[in-house]
């Protein structure tokens, strides 16, 4: 069985025409490369070349060879050049998910940077409140917020802490007024969280202090409670960056460190060196820990923002 690196070296010789020409181009010993295409011959059992003083020349079997060995060599070159692209790593795909106002709010715009700077990855968002599972695959990246997670598997970087508070609609306000704290939510309208929002701390603790017989309906996620909110329909918990900001809203009271949640960038340990995974999890800290006050909900207390 012949040597593929012999292979090389019998292309570099058959373009230069003399074992010298490729061994100062390959930066090796002239005496190596042409006992290298002694080896090749004797393993082939052919004559691909015929020595004379000017140089190598291409015999009849040399020049058949020639033929299928070009093609090899530029496939190693091709594997070369997708190595080094695969090492720089800048390219391919990451899929993200995160819940839909986290995206709106601060995920789009570190997207359309990172894309800026390297326009080869394609990023697949995943705009949801489901915890899909990072350690099967689901996602390279998430950001949740939530506690602490302790999954195995997973790289988690907190991001900073996410105030929330009770908001409700000004019609509201007008048709049944407002509480002004947690221990004054009975005889209120609420609008109560379902699935994985629901099982937030924060939103536990704010569901203690309901009378379940006043919620007046469900909402899976932020975006849905918000529009319910909106309509009037009662009062329900919102993120503040993104409840402040609506001018169809107002906070029933200030936030509370109880209802707070935290922030955080989610990897599979597996992924998290990925470099275009880690380009875009370094980028991702950077932009949000210019954003923390704003995660902190630092809005004046009142309607809108």
Known sequence: MFDWNDVRLFLAVAEEGSALAAARLLGLNQTTVARRMDVLERQLGLVLFDRRSAGYRLTEDGEGLLAVARPMGEQAQLIGAQAAKQRRGLSGTIRVTAPEVIFGHFLAPIVAEFRHRHPEVKIEYDASEVLVDLTRGAADVAVRAT?????????????????WTAYCSPAYVAARGSPAGLDQLVGHQVVAYSGAVAERGGNVLFMQKVDTRQIAGYSSTVANMTSILRAGVGIGLLPCFHGDGDSGLQRCFPSEPQLNSTLWILTPEDRRHIPRVDAFVTLAIERMKERRTELRGSGTFGSGG
């Open 147 to 163: 506690e602490r997670p302790h999954s195995e598997g997973l790289v988690a970087l907190k991001l900073g802490e996410v105030a």
